[in-house]
């Protein structure tokens, strides 16, 4: 059942939105992303990506016609100073999730949560913030690190005050799934490295601190056919993927610090 469940949250289009919800809520022994997902994902119309571009991009406001088309379409769209308004602008960094995670009942609320160290040496969201004080301000040796928050208590009670859902998206945002993610860029720049996710619904990514790039690019079977973009996001910046249909990296430069949040909307 464990190993199961991995299988059918990851390849969610077999299931049904009850039965995935249910599952997501199972700890799965097994990460299902060693198995390449190329060997199973469908195969792309490439007329859906030939005509794009360039990443559309806003000054703060996305008119309201123009959030609707794109929202749940392909194509991805930057929104710069889209987060004046959040108190994470002023209040997240290292330390604020350091105080955060100073309290064992709210590490319980995350032990369900995904965790991904990225190749940084930490077993834990614990192991993060009890790093020492030097390679986590100065990220010598580099550290860069993701997790996400899937606890509705946490979402609406702790982390909500913090930001809001982007004005430009529907109203109906899904919260379940936060995702936090922030560290250092390593030699060369590297951060996430290349993959696809496969979670059924668009996200937005906003940038609190510093900067990072995203690359992405289509699936092969239109690599002829589609450009690959890079984006470069800055601090109020937010991002708008279907993460599912890009595969992607992110880069932050060597020895800076990135701290971004996101989510998963429907
Ligand atoms: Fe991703």
Redesign the pocket.
């Known amino acids: 059942m464990i190993v199961l469940c991995s299988f059918l949250v990851e390849y969610q289009y077999e299931v049904t939105k009850s039965v995935r919800e249910y599952l997501r809520s199972e700890i799965c022994l097994v990460e299902i992303n060693s198995i390449p997902s190329e060997l199973i994902r469908p195969i792309v119309n490439c007329s859906i990506c030939s005509d794009i571009q360039n990443i559309p991009t806003f000054d703060g406001h996305v008119p309201e016609d123009e959030a609707e088309k794109l929202a749940y379409s392909i194509v991805p769209f930057l929104v710069k100073n889209a987060t004046r308004k959040w108190k994470a602008s002023t209040e997240f960094s290292y330390e604020f999730f350091k105080q955060f995670f100073d309290n064992e009942t709210v590490l319980d609320y995350f032990k369900t949560c995904q965790f991904l160290d990225y190749g940084s040496g930490f077993l834990s969201i614990k192991n993060v913030f009890n790093m020492p004080k030097e390679r986590a301000e100065t990220g010598k040796p580099a550290w860069y690190i993701g997790f996400s928050s899937c606890d509705d208590y946490v979402n609406k009670n702790l982390l909500q005050e913090y930001f809001i859902s982007p004005e430009f998206l529907p109203k109906s945002l899904n919260t379940q799934q936060v995702w936090l993610f922030m560290g250092f860029g390593r030699s060369g720049g590297s951060a996430?490295p290349v993959?696809?996710?496969q979670v059924g619904v668009p996200?937005w990514q906003a940038q609190i601190i510093g900067k990072k790039t995203w690359q992405i690019y289509p699936t092969f079977e239109c690599e002829m056919e589609c450009k690959n973009f890079d984006i470069n996001l800055e601090a109020g910046d937010i991002f708008v993927i279907d993460?599912n249909w890009w595969y992607?990296n992110t880069r932050v430069e060597k020895d800076y610090f990135s701290l971004t949040i996101g989510s998963e909307y429907q």
């Open positions: 996430a993959h696809i996710d996200s993460t992607h």
